[in-house]
Nanobody, 122 residues
Framework: QVQLVESGGGLVQPGGSLRLSCAASGSIFSINSMGWYRQAPGKQRELVAHISSGGNTFYADSVKGRFTISRDNADNTVYLRMNRLEPEDTAAYYC????????????????WGQGTQVTVSS
């Protein structure tokens, strides 16, 4: 079994910063890509940022230049540093990881965290 546990959400004023963390644990042979999605009330879940096993990154246009995704492969953890937060960033943030649970697995399985709430408001 694999678990992804997020932390670091909260209430912050516009212009402020937060850092989200997501730690993967359990039966893990290797982790391919990791990423962050978000879902605001009444809206579809959207990709925020993505990082490959080699460190290549992708960002949604709405967060480019403000958010930074990184990962610590030794700790199976992905981070999302969020700067210059705007009210439009308010959402539940979910981490995801494509994981091979054993050395015999051929296709990675996508796992999701339970979500952490980020609220940007004065």
């Amino acid at each position: 079994q694999v678990q992804l546990v997020e932390s670091g959400g909260g209430l912050v004023q516009p212009g402020g910063s937060l850092r989200l963390s997501c730690a993967a644990s359990g039966s893990i042979f290797s982790i391919n890509s990791m990423g962050w999605y978000r879902q605001a009330p009444g809206k579809q879940r959207e990709l925020v940022a993505h990082i490959s096993s080699g460190g290549n990154t992708f960002y949604a246009d709405s967060v480019k230049g403000r958010f930074t995704i990184s990962r610590d492969n030794a700790d199976n953890t992905v981070y999302l540093r969020m700067n210059r937060l705007e009210p439009e960033d308010t959402a539940a943030y979910y981490c995801t990881a494509a994981i091979l649970p054993t050395s015999r697995a051929m296709i990675p399985h996508d796992y999701w965290g339970q979500g952490t709430q980020v609220t940007v408001s004065s």
